[in-house]
């Protein structure tokens, strides 16, 4: 079981790492016995590998896959927060008359989100684009489903929402639970239609044109999304400080979290993002 546990948390870091350290991380938990708090440092080691990566163990063309990799991840994650941000305000249609920062945080979040989307997908459907013809032309049956996952779960999704909106008229007279079932499976189905793109990448290892303009694009995703969180957490913070008789927005550790989510994962997006250029741009010249 222990080695069965030491085997999951390795599977949590890049491939690159685990064909250099699997083995004698394995070993190690063999022979020193380690238990349940061992295989936990060792998973929680995981993120910084794909945020940093080491420089020994990648070229450029994957160092510059790991980035696009992470950016994805963590820009996915932003846009699931930014989609309730959406349903827990704006579409409530609430904004303190007596304090224009929470109407011109609205403004700036739509404007930044509308401009991170549109440059995900400038920047990623060639990409896209070139592995799915691989896949294709290789048959790779595998990675074509995991590149079809963006397309097929997001409208799955929606479908599944309609429908279930056609049944239940008014899901909010039923208790905050259609809701917080909605928001779950939501973010599954972001985290679903990232994973399946990444998996696709790590194992086709795509190179060339393709994967130089998503790591160039990738900066601009990750600086708009970043303002999108930034404006979004104004929003949210004004709420909770000047709408204190609203109950909705008057739960502080709620926003506490929120807010460290924000942080947490805009970081993760744009320190990726600006490794990812610097993969680029020393490619570039030892060409």
């Not at 222990?2 to 699997?22: F, K, Q, V």
């Not at 920062?101 to 401009?115: I, K």
């Amino acid at each position: 079981m222990t080695r069965a546990l030491a085997r999951a948390a390795l599977a949590l870091y890049p491939p690159a790492w685990r064909a250099r350290y699997g083995d004698e991380v394995l070993a190690f938990v063999d022979d020193s016995g380690g238990g349940l708090g061992a295989i936990a440092s060792i998973a929680l080691q995981a993120p910084p590998m794909w945020i940093c990566p080491p420089v020994h163990l990648h070229d450029a063309d994957a160092r510059m896959r790991a980035s696009i990799s992470t950016v994805l991840a963590a820009w996915s994650f932003l846009t699931g927060l930014a989609l309730s941000f959406v349903m827990f305000t704006q579409q409530q249609g609430f904004a303190p008359p007596d304090h224009p920062v929470v109407g011109w945080s609205y403004v700036v979040f739509d404007v930044t989100l509308a401009a991170s989307v549109l440059v995900t997908l400038t920047g990623s459907l060639p990409l896209w684009l070139t592995m799915l013809r691989q896949a294709g032309r290789e048959r790779r049956r595998r990675d074509l489903a995991c590149l079809l996952l963006p397309a097929v779960v997001p409208a799955a999704y929606l479908g599944a929402g309609l429908a279930t909106l056609s049944l239940v008229h008014h899901p909010e007279a039923s208790g905050p639970w259609w809701f917080i079932g909605f928001t779950i499976a939501g973010f599954a189905a972001a985290a679903v239609s990232a994973g399946g793109p990444i998996l696709a990448m790590i194992r086709m290892r795509p190179h060339g044109r393709a994967v130089r303009l998503a790591v160039r694009t990738s900066g601009a995703a990750a600086a708009s999304i970043t303002a999108a969180a930034l404006a979004s957490g104004i929003a949210a913070t004004g709420l909770c400080l000047w709408s204190p008789g609203f109950p909705a927005y008057g739960d502080g550790p709620a926003l506490g979290g929120y807010l460290l989510a924000l942080i947490a994962a805009a970081a993760v997006a744009s320190v990726s993002a600006a490794r990812g250029r610097l993969y680029a741009s020393r490619r570039r010249s030892s060409r």
